[in-house]
């Protein structure tokens, strides 16, 4: 049986990481979550540096939920870095931020596939967590996602 892709979360505030934790869950979505509070340990991530250097514990993403206001930085910075070195795996971008809207033409330009405000109340964010599981990214009967085309997230 194939391994259950992963999803990188790189959020700097606890509460949103446990409720996104929680919206998955409730989303019956099964993708194991990994979860960075830096540009730095982002970057690490991505280059399986560091503690992220075992990669049967750290795996590639499939997804990044990535938010623009990191403790070390701006989610830019991590956009920049992924556009200047490509992934040969697939890796779709989704940009949760609670920021102004301004910020999507920034954030597709840097590649992001998705922009999504993050909600304030507790019944949209979950509604935002079902959206997503709906975008081509799920296989509906196994609860997981399996994105294999990043690009599909447009579609």
């Known amino acids: 049986m194939p391994e259950i892709p992963t999803i990188l979360v ?4 606890t509460d949103d990481v446990e409720l996104l ?28 540096e560091g503690v992220y250097k075992d990669r049967k ?22 956009l920049e870095w992924l ?10 971008v989704v940009v949760l ?13 840097l590649g992001a596939h998705s922009f999504l405000v993050k909600p304030l109340k ?3 964010f979950e509604n935002m967590i079902s959206h997503m599981r ?3 990214l799920t296989g509906s009967k196994t609860g997981r996602l399996v994105q294999t085309d990043p690009q599909s997230l447009l579609k």
Not at 10 to 13: C, H, L, Q, T, V
Not at 41 to 47: L, N, R, T
Not at 65 to 74: K, M, N, T, V
Not at 83 to 92: D, G
């Open 10 to 13: 790189a959020e700097d505030r």
């Open 21 to 48: 934790e929680r919206m998955f869950k409730k989303a019956k979505v099964l993708n194991p979550l990994q979860v960075v509070d830096s540009v730095e340990s982002a970057i690490w991530y991505f280059k399986g």
């Open 57 to 78: 514990n750290y795996p590639f993403p499939i997804l990044v939920l990535l938010d623009l206001h990191l403790s070390d930085g701006s989610g830019f910075e991590v």
């Open 83 to 92: 556009q200047a070195h490509p992934t040969k795996s697939p890796l779709a």
């Open 97 to 109: 931020t609670g920021s102004d809207v301004r910020a999507v033409r920034r954030s597709y330009a």
């Open 122 to 124: 507790f019944e949209d």
């Open 134 to 136: 709906g975008i081509r």
